[in-house]
Nanobody, 124 residues
């Protein structure tokens, strides 16, 4: 099992940037894929980005491609989500998740451990 703690959320104006962090402990972080998901009020949880164990393979949702960047520092057991050019449609609770596998996945059902979430609010 992996314990995950997100941080870095907050309130930002349209066009602004935020960097989310997710600190992991427990299972060997460097061998597992990680992902970011988000859930807006009244909507289902949706995929945002995922990264393989070595940081080389990444996938993004079309809605964030070119604006968001996922990265990881295995020495610090941390995964990041840099979010640029934010807009109100990005407002949601953002969740960090860990797979029991080294390869990335866009499906939330394939993630075994989840953080508590961090709120991101983008004002217009």
């Amino acid at each position: 099992q992996v314990q995950l703690v997100e941080s870095g959320g907050g309130l930002v104006q349209t066009g602004g940037s935020l960097r989310l962090s997710c600190a992991a402990s427990g299972r060997t972080f460097s061998s597992i894929a990680m992902g970011w998901f988000r859930q807006a009020p009244g909507k289902e949880r949706e995929f945002v980005a995922t990264i393989a164990w070595n940081g080389i393979i990444t996938y993004y949702a079309d809605s964030v491609k070119g604006r968001f960047t996922i990265s990881r520092d295995n020495a610090k057991n941390t995964v990041y989500l840099l979010m640029n050019t934010l807009n109100p449609e990005d407002t949601a609770v953002y969740y960090c998740a860990a797979r029991d596998n080294s390869l990335p996945s866009t499906r939330y059902t394939e993630y075994h451990d989840w953080g508590q979430g961090t709120q991101v609010t983008v004002s217009s």
